[in-house]
Each structure stands twice: as C-alpha cells, then as structure tokens.
C-alpha cells in the first residue's frame, strides 16, 4: 500500500517562512510528478507547486518568488519551502504525487494534509 505522510505546517506570522515534507512509502517502482495542493475554507482546491522527475517546476502564480518546491528522489520526498507568507496563503497543504508501484500501474496519491496558518 502506497502512502504519502505530510509533516512540516503549523502557525507562522506575516513574513515568516515554513517548510513542508512528504514522504512516499510503500511498494514503489518510481515517482514520477510531485507536488503540493492547498485548499482555503471555502474555496476549490489549487496547485500550489508541482516538480517532475527530472527537477522541471511550475509555480501558482501568486507564490512565485516566495516558494521553492524540491525533491529528494532517494528519499521518495518532496519538500516546498515558504517565505514571505501572507494571511492568503493560510490554507491546508496537500502533497501529490503519480506514483508507479510495484507490480501496480500509475495512480494518483493524495497525503492527509497539512494546516498552514499565517497571523497578521
């Protein structure tokens, strides 16, 4: 069974910064896009920073410059650092991942979710 553990959210203030984790365990052949998903109360769900295998990126608009998505392949981890948060980017965090397990076809993974909230 393929699982994605979050870790790494929390209460931070206006202008401080955060860093994410999530780890991918289980029976896994490779990993191919990772990446983090943030749902406000009240809102649809939004690609906050995506990662593919080979280290391309593509940002929310309104994160860049101020978030850094990264991976460790060999510790099937993804990480987003956050600097500069703002009250808008208060929000639970969700990793994501395309995962290829063993002996299995490519599915869609979803982590529990993490809460960020950024006081002013």
């Known amino acids: 069974q393929v699982q994605l553990v979050e870790s790494g959210g929390g209460l931070v203030q206006v202008g401080g910064s955060l860093r994410l984790s999530c780890a991918a365990s289980?029976?896994?052949?490779?990993?191919?896009?990772m990446g983090w998903y943030r749902q406000a109360p009240g809102k649809q769900r939004e690609m906050v920073a995506v990662?593919?295998?080979?280290?391309?990126?593509n940002y929310l608009d309104s994160v860049k410059g101020r978030f850094t998505v990264s991976r460790d392949n060999a510790k099937n981890t993804v990480y987003l650092q956050m600097n500069s948060l703002k009250p808008e980017d208060t929000a639970v965090y969700y990793c994501?991942?395309?995962?290829?397990?063993?002996?299995?076809?490519?599915?869609?993974?979803w982590g529990q979710g993490t809460q960020v909230t950024v006081s002013s």
């Open positions: 990662i593919t295998s080979g280290g391309s990126t």
């Open positions: 289980g029976r896994i052949f490779s990993i191919n896009d």
């Open positions: 994501n991942a395309n995962i290829i397990g063993v002996a299995a076809l490519p599915g869609w993974y």
